[in-house]
């Protein structure tokens, strides 16, 4: 057992031990490390502006990822090393990337500056990221720039960023990777008191323990939705239990048939992967929150939470995917789809908590498509989100699985218009009408700030359609803005 | 047309004007060094204020106001409402319209009831929550259509005539009317709404503000506290953004903090959360616009009748200003004959809207843009050349409230040299051949123009202040009433005060704005922060080196054609000296080395109460050409190329220039595309975080995106080294990617005019498809 956190920052190990369950990394850099160099925009991690870089070993290698400090909690950097605008220029000169920003006019105000700073670094770290401007944008889709609209920062990053990294921190990165071995224990972590704490167990078995005693407790994984209850709905959050140092809770394992999530992989981990089932859904991947939501954001965590951003499970709900829970004594397997009763309700029991969840792959007389619809191509949060599986033998749909976000309460599949669909050919556009028709009675949309109830309907038939134009033959390019990368190497 | 060939040139000598420098702040802002009000120190024992509101209340009657729970919160020092107020319970600008704390009522949702102070930003915010507050709700005017049926209004109505509209629609061979809705826009500045304010001896204050109008926060802050303005400094040396947003909007914030600092005697500190920030600040306003345009078989425009319906909210704030803008702009770069441009400045229960970037032009120039499209879609003729039929002109140059557009010609070169370089005819054909070949995605194309009148329409706020030290060792203090949010305005003047001493900029000390060093100042807003402050600056610098050049005069008995500062040297005859030295040597000989420089814009004559006489010291130009793409199965959008050419005159920095045109232009593609801001029916404002509110992304700027300076030569107004003020115009821009998106929907059905609004978002362009695909072709009109 230990009973402090322990870091890396600037070459040195930080140990701390008054740890609040509830503090974030944003806190404790302004309030209590009093460096301000990083900013906090707006507090639930979607402007950028307090993002840092955090390194941890990654299969041996040292791996910089960019986290929004502001709904990042304090005790999830134990075993990394944290850094920050600070630590750039510690020997005094400009970081290539700082240089390449100031000189190419990439500020203008100045305070989403040193967020877009911590992203660049880590692209500056990134292995095997290709010069481009699409690959720029995509990674700082987590950053907003009110000023400069964006064109100078790319610009810095296309002359800084896609060199072999030559800065301090790739000079010493031996001696960090040493330390963050140091670092590395297999104790388990509780900081605090019955009453309140933050622990992270180092194993499952002391996990399940540790939650059966306190089935009050908050678990939390890449804490980008718990965050916001922190510092949004301002909730007390007496006892907090992060997964993080759960040997292999982690792990992506690709099999023939599918994909095996572990519960705190995250969506950056299970990326590829993701994208090898289908250029869908690794684009959908690619747009769901932010690269800072990605490196921290789980499936799992958002799963378990039931959290109403929920744009990946239309999508795992049509390719099958199923969820495996586990409580002290039990665990069950079941499909995902059975999972979200209601809005905010969840069929998780007592002292149980989600441990991963398996996507199979689409057999192949199988097409799978999805879209998804927002105001915002990236980092925003689906108006529809339109999945869809046909199951095909000789041009005509044996089965079909169609599941839609943003249509109810909760993501659903289309019973009537799955009914409707069977036996309809692909040749023949007249044979979809009744099931484009059905998709009226399967849901009852409603109206609010991303979108009308006409608007959602009228969408998600537009989308059924795409589809199906789709699995007849249309090219892609005909029907969509962006077509998918890999779907253009098809 | 002024004869521009006989304007001065620079003088070669200059090292820093006209120059491409980096921001002054550049290094510190990537090194995070740069220094906002809320990483400053704080002083031991400083306190945070947190704003509380009625979270269940709209409108209505208070009732009750139970704050007992929120006192005995831990960490909670004191709470302040409305009875606390030693002064004048009013943080307007000139209105008396808006409270800093609600006194009997709830007039819109956010409204701020108390403010609590506690030992930390956390323990203030936690407490706020457990206020329970009673009110007797009413019905809330929220739409512009609810109230225009309940006739109220923040301010009179105004109008703009010229000629007989009446009969000029009877005459005109064709009348399009139609009803156009334009949203509003959030400023999203990065840093929010933030203040800390000391206590001082004899009851003053200090008062650290991130206002672009630190006058009107010292002001503000004095009238609340009951005190002399002379007991209150306000300071800001920079703004994490401003775009309009903290130009009214920051008087609140500060009052509350040097409210609580007056209360306890320490130093109190107040940053907004973010999505009280978006509640409780005012906005771009949003526009029901009823127009009517009569013209010719040819497309010519014949009359105009506009009826500008604006959301103002609950209280005055600068909504007369920002709608005299928006009449002001009605015109685009369009000549109307015969108009009448009528505005109403609706008074709803929502948060009062404010300055935004552009103050009311861009809803103005839009609105021109909408009927200009109609026109060319009704006689079936390309948009752009209805654009061009319609310009002002050497013979039709005078605008429906008087003033001529004297650089017409500028004008008119701007715009061909950007149908040449976008090739704008070329793509035309492509957009057809794609639009030919694709059922689903359709291509739109369009090339739209910008004028924007350059001055304060208030005229009192045309004069800027500066004050300039030069110390013995040479360096050089600078100090003007301008605010820096992130224009460049510091460097600016900067450049201009090293030039006139012949010095390099790194000896020249730029310092915060303050209320003590230059008084009496306006807001750091319509696009004049550099035309005026660095006149005012360069007149201070003038003076001192005057008188230099006098004392070098006597000392070297020589005439001053032989004296020539450059190079940090002063040159006399053959000899030269460092600027130390002279410094040194005048100072010896008592010579006054410090200046406070004056300026005040010429030439302007508005009379708003006969609406008669020049109001814009002149205009800024520029155009834009966008190709968009959209699915018209989901109404979701592309910007596939930009093409921006802009006129700044002589440019002072042509980076900083640049940037201000590229970060105007997507911002106001923001306000046209993604931007919505949607109120439930109950008069809530539901988009109050990034989460639910997008501004543009890095992915939303077009690939190919070409911005170039008009080669000027050089503004014909004696301006600043006949530069021209970059600020605003910029933003409409943007109005090129609208009318892409609805040349886009026109395709679909040629003869009918889109119903699109704005924002495009993908719901506004699908509304605006399905209606299209409704509509009987060969019917005309968007309305009829």
């Known amino acids: ?490 | 047309m002024t004869d521009q060939s006989a304007l001065p040139e620079t003088p070669a000598n200059m090292r820093h004007v006209h120059k491409p420098l980096n921001h002054d702040s550049a290094v510190k802002h990537v090194r995070g060094t740069a220094t906002y009000i809320d990483d400053m120190p704080e002083p031991i024992g400083t306190l945070h204020v947190v704003p509380g509101w009625a979270r269940q209340v709209v409108r209505g009657k208070l009732t009750s106001i139970d704050l007992d729970a929120v006192r005995k919160a831990p960490g909670v020092v004191k709470v302040l409402t409305a009875d606390d107020i030693p002064g004048v319970n009013d943080c307007s600008a000139a209105m008396g319209d808006d409270p800093v704390l609600a006194t009997d009522e709830i007039l819109f949702y956010g409204q701020v009831v108390f403010a609590v102070i506690a030992s930390s930003r956390e323990a203030g915010r936690k407490a706020a929550l457990l206020a329970r507050i009673e009110a007797q709700p009413t019905t809330p005017i929220i739409t512009a259509e609810d109230a225009v049926a309940a006739d109220i209004t923040v301010l009179p109505d105004y109008q703009f005539r010229r000629g007989s509209p009446e009969t000029g629609m009877t005459a005109a061979e064709n009348v399009l009317s139609g009803v156009f809705q334009i949203g509003g826009q959030e400023h999203f500045y990065l840093e929010g709404q933030v203040a800390m304010a000391s206590p001082q001896e004899d009851g003053g204050v200090m008062v650290y503000t991130s206002t672009q109008h630190p006058t009107e926060v010292q002001h503000t802050v004095a009238k609340v506290l009951g005190i002399p303005d002379a007991l209150v400094v306000a300071e800001v040396r920079r703004m994490g953004g401003g775009f309009g947003g903290k130009e009214s909007q920051a008087n609140q914030w500060a009052s509350l903090a040097a409210l609580a600092a007056a209360a306890t005697g320490e130093t109190c500190k107040l940053r907004l959360d973010r999505d009280d920030d978006m509640i409780m600040t005012g906005k771009r306003h949003d526009f029901r616009v009823e127009w009517q345009i009569g013209h010719d078989s040819q497309g010519r425009i014949r009359a105009v009748d506009l009826n500008f319906l604006a959301r103002c909210g609950y209280s005055a704030d600068l909504s007369l200003g920002v709608n005299d803008r928006t009449m002001f702009h009605a015109d685009s770069s369009y000549f109307y004959p015969d108009a009448v441009i009528r505005s109403r400045r609706l008074k709803t229960d929502t948060c009062s809207n404010t300055a935004f970037r552009g103050f009311g032009g861009p809803q103005g120039m839009l609105t021109a843009e909408r009927m200009i499209d109609a026109i060319a879609i009704t006689v079936g003729k390309d948009p752009l050349e209805i654009r061009q039929l319609n310009f002002y002109d050497a013979e039709h140059n005078l605008t429906p409230y008087g003033m001529p557009v004297e650089e017409h010609e500028v004008m008119h070169d701007l715009f061909g040299q950007l149908v040449e370089s976008s090739d704008y005819w070329a793509r035309r054909d492509e957009v057809r051949d794609f639009n030919s070949h694709n059922a689903v995605l359709k291509k739109g194309l369009a090339l739209t123009p910008v004028k924007f009148g350059i001055s304060f329409t208030l005229k009192h706020l045309n004069q800027a202040g500066a004050l300039v030290h030069l110390y013995t060792d040479g360096s050089v203090h600078l100090n003007h009433g301008g605010t820096e949010m992130g224009q460049g305005l510091y460097q600016k003047v900067a450049q201009v005060v090293a030039d006139e001493f012949g010095i390099t900029i790194d000896k020249v000390r730029i310092t915060a704005t303050n209320t003590s060093k230059v008084p009496n100042t306006g807001p750091t807003a319509a696009s004049s922060g550099t035309d005026l402050n660095a006149m005012a600056a360069r007149n201070a610098a003038r003076v001192i080196k005057d008188r230099l050049i006098d004392f070098l005069c006597k000392t070297h008995q020589c005439g001053a054609e032989a004296i020539a500062f450059q190079d940090n040297k002063v040159f006399v005859g053959e000899q030269q000296f460092s600027l130390a030295q002279v410094a040194k040597q005048a100072h010896l000989a008592r010579i006054h080395l410090s200046d406070a420089g004056f300026y005040a814009t010429p030439n302007i004559t508005w009379d708003r109460d006969s609406a008669g006489g020049r109001p814009f010291f002149y205009f800024a130009y520029g155009a834009a050409c966008a190709e968009v793409t959209i699915d018209t199965m989901t109404g979701e959008m592309t910007v596939d190329r930009v093409d921006l050419l802009h006129d700044v005159g002589h440019s002072l920095n042509p980076a900083i220039d640049i940037g201000q045109i590229e970060g105007g232009f997507v911002q106001g593609m923001g306000w046209l595309t993604t931007e919505e801001l949607v109120w439930d029916e109950q008069g809530r404002l539901r988009t109050h975080a990034p989460s639910t509110y997008k501004i543009p992304a890095a992915s939303d700027i077009p690939e190919d995106f070409n911005v170039a300076l008009y080669q000027s030569r050089g503004n014909p107004q004696d301006t600043i080294y006949r530069s021209k003020a970059v600020g605003e115009p910029p933003v409409m821009l943007a109005n090129a990617v609208f009318c892409a998106i609805t040349d886009a929907v026109a395709s679909l059905n040629p003869g009918v005019v889109p119903d699109l609004d704005a924002p495009a978002t993908p719901e506004a362009i699908m509304k605006a498809v399905r209606s299209i695909r409704r509509a009987q072709a060969g019917s005309r009109g968007a309305a009829e």
């Open chain 1, 1 to 490: 057992m230990r009973d402090t956190i322990r870091f890396l920052k600037d070459g040195e190990i930080v140990e701390l031990s008054e740890v609040r369950p509830t503090e974030t990394v944003l806190d404790y850099l302004r309030l209590r490390a009093r460096q301000t160099g990083t900013k906090e925009g707006c507090g639930e991690g979607d402007c950028g502006a307090c993002t840092v870089a955090v390194g941890r070993l990654v299969a041996g290698k040292l791996t910089y990822q960019p986290v929004n400090s502001c709904i990042q909690l304090l005790a999830m950097i134990d075993g990394a090393e944290l850094v920050t605008v600070e630590d750039l220029n510690s020997d005094g000169r400009l970081h290539p990337v700082q240089k390449a920003m100031a000189e190419l006019n990439g500020s203008q105000c100045g305070f989403c500056t040193p967020g877009f700073v911590m992203s660049l670094f880590t692209l500056y770290h990134a292995e095997g990221q290709a010069r481009s401007r699409k690959a720029v944008t995509e990674w700082i889709a987590g950053n907003l720039c009110r000023c400069t609209g964006y064109r100078p920062i790319v610009d810095a990053a296309l002359e800084s960023c896609f060199e072999s990294a030559d800065d301090a921190f790739a000079w010493r990165a031996n001696e960090t990777r040493e330390k963050l071995r140091e670092l590395a224990d297999s104790r388990d972590i509780y900081i605090g008191h019955g009453d309140g704490f933050v622990a992270s167990p180092a194993t499952l078995d002391g996990l399940a323990a540790l939650y059966a005693q306190n089935p009050d407790a908050t678990i939390v994984a890449g804490a980008t939705d718990v965050g916001l209850w922190i510092t949004k709905h301002l909730k007390d959050l007496p006892k907090v239990i992060w997964l993080g140092r759960i040997e292999g809770l982690d792990r992506v394992e690709e099999t023939p048939s599918g994909v095996l999530m572990g519960a705190t992989a995250t969506y950056q981990t299970a990326e590829a992967a993701m994208t090898r089932i289908s250029p869908d859904l690794g684009e959908l991947w690619k747009r769901i929150g932010s690269k800072q939501v990605r490196a921290s954001g789980t499936v799992g965590g958002n799963i378990a939470n039931g959290s109403p951003i929920g744009d990946t499970p239309p999508a795992l709900i049509v390719l099958g995917t199923t969820l495996e829970l586990q409580s002290k004594d039990d665990s069950r397997t079941l499909p995902l789809e059975d999972y979200f009763l209601d809005y905010g309700k969840q069929d998780r029991k007592t002292g149980e908590f989600v441990t991963g969840l398996f996507v199979p792959r689409p057999a192949p007389n199988q097409i799978f498509r999805c879209y998804k619809i927002s105001k915002r191509f990236d980092q925003d949060i689906s108006s529809v989100m339109g999945a869809f599986l046909f199951t095909v033998m000789d041009q005509k749909i044996t089965e079909a699985r169609i599941a839609f976000g943003g249509m109810a309460a909760t993501p659903t599949r289309a019973p009537g218009a799955e009914t409707s669909l069977i036996g309809a050919s692909l040749e023949d556009p007249a044979t979809w009408a009744a099931a484009m028709k059905a998709l009226m009675s399967d849901y009852t949309p409603m109206s609010d700030m991303r979108a009308g109830a006409e608007y959602r309907m009228e969408t998600a038939r537009a989308l059924l359609a795409k589809a199906l134009m789709e699995a007849s033959g249309t090219a892609a390019a005909q029907l969509r803005l962006r077509v998918p990368a890999m779907e253009a190497a098809e």
